[in-house]
Nanobody, 122 residues
Framework: VQLQASGGGLVQAGGSLRLSCAIS????????TGWFRQAPGKEREFVGA????????YYADFVKGRFTISRDNYKDPVYLLMNSLKPEDTAIYYC????????????????WGQGTQVTVSS
């Protein structure tokens, strides 16, 4: 499964960005798709995930309603809409797929995209 994350960039604090994760294979689209991020000098951390049927999502506590993961159609990319961005949201954002559901551990996600840089200025 190949994943391609895109949509990152530079935004001011309080602004919004929408990231996209394109998944190349039909099998991969049937998995749970998650978003992670990694800031310089920090561990990679879970952001949120959506199941293949688009009916369920779960998020890390720090999201606190600011971020939303969605997918319009089974064949469409998975989106991460980020609102009310803060400088501490600056990181490389990755998408990944898992055959399971409910995990926030990066080890449970087997296929990864290359990441897209998000920089939030104060």
């Amino acid at each position: 499964v190949q994943l391609q994350a895109s949509g990152g960039g530079l935004v001011q604090a309080g602004g919004s960005l929408r990231l996209s994760c394109a998944i190349s294979e039909r099998t991969g689209r049937a998995y749970t798709t998650g978003w992670f991020r990694q800031a310089p000098g920090k561990e990679r951390e879970f952001v949120g995930a959506i199941n293949w049927s688009r009916s369920n999502t779960y998020y890390a506590d720090f999201v606190k309603g600011r971020f939303t993961i969605s997918r319009d159609n089974y064949k469409d990319p998975v989106y991460l809409l980020m609102n009310s961005l803060k400088p501490e949201d600056t990181a490389i954002y990755y998408c990944a797929t898992s055959r399971g559901w409910g995990s926030m551990r990066s080890d449970d996600f087997g296929s990864w995209g290359q990441g897209t840089q998000v920089t939030v200025s104060s």
